[in-house]
């Protein structure tokens, strides 16, 4: 932008300044309460070094103490623990705050009983450093401490405690002490930015480890209280926590909820209602009269699910339905129920609606048997419409369908006609003889469509007699039949075939890898197992099969994993560390995403910067630390997700970004301040357009006309 152009501009824009003038103050910084932490000291057991620092922390020049109360920590010797314990009722907060960080660190259990007095404290930022050192020190018998947090009048506080009891929580999975914390956890879900996030981690975490306590259940309000939560992360985990728990309570706001636009979370909430099963049958069938289609659409489909009788009439009644969608899930939702609904779907051909009677025809020929055929070669001759007569032609055409035929269909070239012969193969219930057949068609000298097709067939059919000729077709030299086979193997879900699994997981076509991490997760993957897959990712394995362990550590989603696959982002090969952030991404641990922005693979930060962006507001206080971060590409990509998420908490740092020494930061931190639209940045923005270059000054340029902007939309509404 030449000089004249820009003085134009900042004519334009002295309004903005005007306007924002009130808000141009620098906010305070806040001190660090750990100021004297000191360098780390020399090995542990230096008696000199040690009896030094006693003699500071009973020295009447307070700087003194605070340093001795901050190095004792890093000597790490547990004597010093009842003389810091002591300190802990010094009048100066600081040489208190060193001290409860100390015994954290030395991390002694014997330090506990004085830390959990300490979460009494007047100051939160005391209460909170007692949290991060009962965390520090990991042991249950910290654990009445933390849950008696949870209930802390400092949010802050809550959220850290939420998080020392996650760790616990992975630390001591078998352990059901940590069940008294699932009600407080439960009311965490209503609070606000972090706190919610570590609440919900942790309460998930718990329930994991013991998904059939009956104590989970108080943690049912707070999981419907944050059923209105906005952050679809956090409402899915509310929603499958919900169908865990399986609480009748639960089922009218899951139903109510079914209107959900975004296909995953309506996804999640119709497999927590299935999981409620028949509890659940009068609600839904009420909800299939929904004026909502997709409410109507979601009851039928978990009902569908729960295949109960009692759903049959209703559901029939909406074979009729103009929405498609709710007409084809019941349709769906029949053909699971299966011969049960097969006297009432009669009934519905001599319906006056054209529509539930073609219908009604179509779910007969999925259904098939005697009674369904007659009835199909009534209609296709004698109904009045003709549309309802081609769809019971094609009805009828698909129920009298041969096996011979269906057999034949298994090896057609075209994948369609394969995968619907399999599927209608799996819905006739084949004899024995027929399965052998089958079971014989993956074996050579047929060809590998036929050999694809008899894996599809076989998964359809979801028989454990299948599992071993499944097993030998995952060394099939043709990667579709390898890739059939692992999707067949994943639908019958026996964990026998778990080892040959793991196998697949080096192969060397990715698409296999994915399909077996896939498959594992529907498994029950022992602790030796789990413990292989973390061995796999150890350097001396393969590439393949380390970028496979990987995928199928983060489709387990434990959080166990965590360690091993961050050591793993370190990995020389792209495709590893690329599935190494991937199954971190799917854990969902904000820490480590917010580690990968500095990493030097342009991929690895790419899937940080989607998956923070898309955890919105609970990522806010990790990225603000991440802000201050020594490494310029974390800055940069921490700024960009912040403007992404456009929390104006993020405002004043990045308005000190603006003078960072690199490019890259100041242009994100620009681009941030401009979409959060704050007036606040106006000043700061309008100074950094005199000395950038013209790649910075458009950035500036277009921040500020947003800000402009946006105070004239608020001036007009004030206005009105």
């Not at 051909?349 to 259904?367: C, E, F, P, Y």
């Not at 050999?451 to 599992?467: K, N, S």
């Amino acid at each position: 932008m030449r000089k004249p152009q820009f003085r134009q501009f900042l004519a334009k824009t002295a309004a903005v300044l005007a306007y924002s003038a009130a808000f141009s103050g620098t906010p305070p910084g806040v001190e660090h309460f750990h100021a004297f932490s000191g360098a780390r000291a020399g090995q542990a057991g230096n008696a000199g070094k040690m009896d030094a620092l006693k003699k500071m922390l009973l020295s009447l020049d307070v700087k003194q103490r605070r340093k001795a109360a901050a190095e004792l920590g890093n000597l790490r010797d547990v004597t010093a623990i009842p003389l810091l314990i002591k300190t802990l009722d010094d009048k100066d907060v600081y040489v208190k705050s060193n001290a409860i960080d100390s015994l954290g660190r030395i991390g002694h259990f014997s330090a506990i009983p004085s830390l959990k007095r300490c979460l009494d404290d007047k100051y939160p930022y005391i209460r909170m450093d007692a949290v991060s050192a009962l965390k520090n020190i990991g042991s249950l018998a910290g654990l009445s401490g933390l849950v008696k947090a949870l209930s802390d009048e400092n949010r802050h506080v809550r959220a850290n405690s939420a998080e020392a009891i996650e760790e616990l929580a992975k630390k001591y999975p078998e352990s059901t002490a940590l069940l008294k914390a699932v009600a407080p956890l439960g009311k965490t879900l209503t609070g606000k930015g972090i706190l919610k996030f570590r609440g919900a981690t942790a309460l998930r975490e718990i329930a994991d480890n013991h998904p059939d306590s009956p104590e989970l259940r108080k943690a049912v309000p707070g999981l419907l209280e944050s059923l209105e939560n906005q952050d679809s992360y956090l409402l899915k985990n509310s929603i499958e926590l919900l169908g865990k728990i399986k609480d009748p309570r639960s089922i009218p706001k899951l139903i109510e909820k079914l209107d959900m636009r975004t296909p995953d979370v309506r996804s999640s909430l119709v497999s927590s209602l299935a999981e409620a099963g028949r509890a659940a049958v009068p609600a839904l069938c009420d909800a299939l009269g929904s004026s909502e289609p997709l409410v109507a659409a979601g009851a039928a489909n978990a009902l569908g699910k729960i295949k109960d009788k009692r759903a049959i009439k209703p559901l029939v009644s909406l074979l009729g339905s103009r929405e498609y969608h709710v007409s084809y899930t019941a349709s769906r939702a029949l053909s699971n129920i299966g011969q049960p609904a097969v006297p009432y779907l009669l009934d519905a051909l001599q319906s006056r609606k054209k529509l539930a009677r073609a219908n009604a025809s179509m779910v007969l020929g999925t259904i098939g048997g005697e009674d369904a055929r007659k009835a199909l070669a009534g209609v296709s001759e004698n109904d009045p419409d003709g549309y309802v007569r081609n769809s019971a032609k094609n009805a009828l055409r698909f129920c009298t369908e041969t096996i011979p035929a269906l057999l034949s269909s298994l090896g057609d070239s075209e994948n369609k006609i394969r995968a619907a012969a399999a599927r209608k193969l799996g819905e006739t219930g084949v004899n024995p003889f027929v399965y052998l057949e089958i079971a014989l068609m993956l074996e050579k000298p047929n060809p590998p469509e036929a050999r694809e097709g008899a894996a599809m067939a076989l998964g359809e059919l979801g028989d454990e007699r299948a599992v071993r000729p499944l097993v030998a077709a995952l060394d099939d030299e043709n990667a579709e039949v390898r890739i059939s086979a692992l999707e067949a193997l994943g639908k019958i879900g026996d964990s026998s075939a778990v080892p040959e699994l793991m196998q697949s997981l080096e192969d060397y076509d990715w698409r296999v890898r994915q399909k077996a991490s896939l498959a594992l997760k529907k498994m029950k993957i022992t602790e030796e197992q789990f413990g292989r897959l973390l061995s796999m990712l150890s350097k001396g394995e393969t590439a393949e099969k380390r970028a496979g362990a990987a995928m199928a550590l983060g489709e387990l989603r434990r959080t166990r994993a965590i360690p091993a696959l961050k050591n793993a982002m370190k990995d020389k090969d792209t495709e590893v560390r690329t599935a190494a952030a991937e199954a971190l991404a799917k854990i969902r641990d904000i820490a480590l995403l917010t580690e990968n922005l500095g990493s030097k693979d342009f991929s690895v930060r790419s899937q940080a910067v989607k998956d923070l962006a898309g955890i919105g507001s609970a990522a806010v206080q990790p990225l603000l630390q991440a802000l201050d971060s020594g490494n310029p590409r974390t800055r940069a990509a921490a700024a960009k997700v912040l403007g992404e998420i456009c929390d104006p908490a993020a405002v004043p740092k990045l308005i000190r970004l603006l003078e960072d020494p690199v490019s890259g930061v100041r242009k994100n931190s620009a681009q941030a301040l401009g979409n959060i639209a704050d007036p606040r940045a106006t000043k700061a923005l309008a100074s950094a357009l005199e000395r950038e270059n013209d790649e910075i000054r458009a950035v500036i340029s277009r921040a500020l006309v947003r800000i402009g902007d946006s105070l004239s939309s608020g001036n007009a509404k004030n206005a009105q």
